[in-house]
């Protein structure tokens, strides 16, 4: 009994919360329109038939006129019923994949769990014929065309992010582009496909020793135990989305604008960007042989200076 008024007033507390937060946002900043998002995404070239893995901050875009699902309504719009849409649902109780391994009891269930990946995740998931896969801290969602495909298999792959997993799939997609909609470098899990794609012969042992099961339930109730491995700390203390390694983000950025591979433009209010996910990882790779990665030091980015822009590169 308690604890279920507890509940209800931490329920109440965080909408308050929220309500204050939509009306500051409200009056003060630009308020933008579905229309107004698709038109942006447009300009940054996305397409009809593109299936995009999205990143993104909802506060960035200005404040927009119904919120979280008239973002989602203008991505669809975007890449139309022949394209698809991956979005971050990861549920990370305690922050990070090692404190779900330490937690005595885990069992993630995706009829129970939401995501800590931020306010459009969230109303993504909650939006209708939308797949999630089953995974104990990674679990994505997905619309469109290549929904089912994408999502079907997370918790038989070996992996969390290699062979099997939806980003390994989604690399194989038509038209797939990794999106960030007012986010910079940072918090862009494609990063992860490489590793986990390389293995041991990744240059930066990223991940501690044992790898865990942890326990999922499908969406029909059964068990599963999938196989995770948590980073190791004091690794993922130097990586890119590390509040500390601005050096790193800008240092990704200037790359990949050079290398012409990245789209920049402003959707509503937000500086966005966009690559296309095969040529994205192709030149992770390259960059890995040349020892950058996202957990480069100082001394490893100034050891290599950022690529002569191309001749295609696009403002
Ligand atoms: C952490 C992160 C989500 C924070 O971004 P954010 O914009 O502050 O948070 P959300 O996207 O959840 O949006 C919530 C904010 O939108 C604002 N908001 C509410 N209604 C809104 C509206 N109609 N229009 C615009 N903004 C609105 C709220 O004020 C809220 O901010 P508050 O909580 O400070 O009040 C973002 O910086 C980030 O890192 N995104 C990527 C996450 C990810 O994919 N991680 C995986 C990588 S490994």
């Known amino acids: 009994m308690l604890e279920q008024a507890k509940r209800a007033a931490r329920a109440a507390l965080e909408a308050w919360r929220r309500a204050a937060g939509a009306r500051h946002v409200r009056q003060n900043a630009p308020h933008v329109t579905r229309a107004g998002l698709a038109a942006g ?93 089953i995974h104990p801290t990674h679990s994505v969602c997905a619309w469109g065309r290549h929904a089912a ?6 918790h038989r792959a070996p992996s969390t992010f290699g062979m099997g997993s939806p980003w390994q799939r989604f690399i194989g997609c038509e038209h797939a582009k990794v999106l960030g909609l007012g986010i910079s470098m940072g918090p862009v899990t494609f990063y992860h496909a490489l590793e986990d794609a390389m293995g041991e012969a990744f240059p930066v042992p990223v991940w501690e020793d044992e790898t865990r099961l942890l326990a999922c339930l499908d ?19 130097r990586r890119i989305d590390h ?27 937000a500086a966005s960007w966009c690559i296309p996910a095969q040529a994205f990882y192709d030149h992770l790779c390259q960059l890995a042989s040349e020892h950058v990665t996202i957990y480069a030091s100082a001394a490893q980015l100034a050891a290599r200076p950022v690529s002569q822009p191309s001749p295609h590169a696009r403002a």
């Open 219 to 237: 969406h029909a109730g059964r068990r599963w135990d999938v196989p995770v491995r948590p980073f190791d700390p004091a690794v993922a203390r």
């Open 149 to 154: 495909n994408l999502t079907e298999a997370h």
């Open 41 to 133: 995404l447009e300009r940054l070239g996305i397409a009809p038939g593109d299936t995009l893995f999205v990143h993104s901050s909802l506060k960035s875009l200005g404040y927009v006129e119904g919120g979280a699902p008239a973002v989602i309504a203008a991505l669809q719009d975007a890449v139309g019923p022949q394209g698809a849409l991956l979005l971050p649902a990861y549920y990370l109780p305690g922050g990070t994949v090692r404190a779900a391994c330490a937690m005595p009891d885990y069992v993630f269930d995706p009829r129970r769990h939401g995501t800590h990946m931020g306010r459009l995740p969230e109303a993504f998931l909650a939006s209708p014929g939308v797949r999630r896969s």
């Open 243 to 269: 509040p500390g390694r601005e050096d790193l983000r800008e240092y990704f950025q200037r790359e990949f604008d050079a290398a012409g591979l990245r789209v920049n433009g402003q959707v509503g209010d």
